[in-house]
């Protein structure tokens, strides 16, 4: 079955940049997610890139993409505060649009 | 602009008692899933309904019922509380058909299964 994988716990300083790690099984997946989860509130989708591309740039986010490897990443550059939250891979498996979601990573930013 | 709504926010329960949790979208989305997040686990997909008056299991439906009562409403049930249901359970949604569309979240129901 679909796998997703990522590390639980990430801390950078204020200004620098973070890179989250994901990696997937699921070779026919179509679109691969980036979701935001802040304390006490619901997945917010950050960004998603289509399996046929390589990068994705969105402002601050930049999303990579090695289809060979089956390896995604999500670089926030300048990270802030606001940015402290828990971050989640998802992988499209098609039919109903369902998902498959890594454990999450927990971005810390220290000052 | 509601979104996906879920109720309760909270909820606290004894062994063996049941409970449904209420979830509606205004986006008239066709798919609408559950799931349940636990530390260290990720999201994992109890059940979902591609279209009004389907429903499928996920990976994790053992102890849970649904009912897709109408396009708008997606409800889970527990028909007999377990401690190991304690969790934090989210419903989403998301259109069907066009591309793989992105999932819309609500903010949760914290449950706790004493």
């Known amino acids: 079955g679909e796998d997703v994988e990522q590390s639980l716990f990430l801390s950078v300083r204020e200004g620098d940049s973070s890179v989250i790690n994901c990696t997937y099984t699921?070779?026919?997946?179509?679109?691969l997610y980036w979701y935001k989860q802040e304390p006490g509130a619901g997945l917010q989708l950050l960004t998603y890139i289509f399996s046929n591309m390589d990068m994705k740039q969105d402002q601050r986010l930049t999303v990579l993409l090695n289809k060979k490897d089956k390896h995604l990443s999500l670089r926030i550059a300048d990270t802030q505060t606001g940015d402290s939250a828990i971050y989640f891979c998802?992988?499209?498996?098609?039919?109903?649009?369902?998902?498959?979601f890594g454990t999450g990573t927990q971005l810390k930013v220290e000052l | 602009n509601a979104g996906v709504t879920q109720t309760p926010k909270f909820q606290v329960l004894k062994t063996g008692q049941s409970m449904t949790l209420q979830c509606a979208q205004d986006m008239n989305h066709n798919s609408m899933y559950w799931y349940r997040q636990d530390p260290g686990m990720g999201l994992r997909l109890i059940y979902y309904s591609a279209s009004e008056g389907t429903t499928d299991k996920g990976e994790v439906p053992n102890g849970y019922n649904v009912s897709r009562l109408n396009k708008r409403e997606f409800s889970l049930r527990l028909e007999s509380a377990a401690p190991s249901q304690t969790s934090v359970y989210f419903c989403?949604?998301?259109?069907?058909?066009?591309?793989?569309?992105?999932?819309?979240f609500g903010d949760g129901t914290r449950l706790s299964i004493l």
């Open positions: 998802a992988e499209g498996t098609g039919g109903g649009n369902k998902l498959t």
């Open positions: 989403a949604s998301s259109v069907t058909g066009v591309d793989n569309q992105p999932q819309h």
């Open positions: 699921d070779s026919s997946s179509t679109y």
